[in-house]
């Protein structure tokens, strides 16, 4: 590999990882203020979290819709 190609591919992981941060951070914020609602007014959007800490869900969402970002 070339030292330009091992330039580009170290610049995509970073991107990635930012990514994947930024989106943890929006979902974590987003499940944790969904957690503060009275259950009979939660939405059921992402499934069933009961169970789950806001982290390991927080997590779960991220993985599951990141991979929209590069279609």
């Known amino acids: ?3 330009i190609n091992a330039q580009r591919h ?8 930012l990514l994947m ?3 943890f951070a929006v979902f974590l914020v987003a499940i944790a203020a969904t957690r503060l609602m009275p259950r009979s007014m939660r939405p059921r ?7 789950k800490s806001i982290f ?3 997590k779960a969402a991220t993985y599951n819709s ?4 590069f279609m």
Not at 66 to 69: E, H, R, T, V, Y
């Open 1 to 3: 590999m070339s030292m």
């Open 45 to 51: 959007v992402g499934g069933h979290d009961d169970g």
């Open 10 to 17: 170290d610049e995509g992981k970073l991107e990635f990882s």
């Open 21 to 23: 941060w930024l989106a």
């Open 66 to 69: 990141i991979p929209f970002a």
């Open 56 to 58: 390991a869900a927080a």
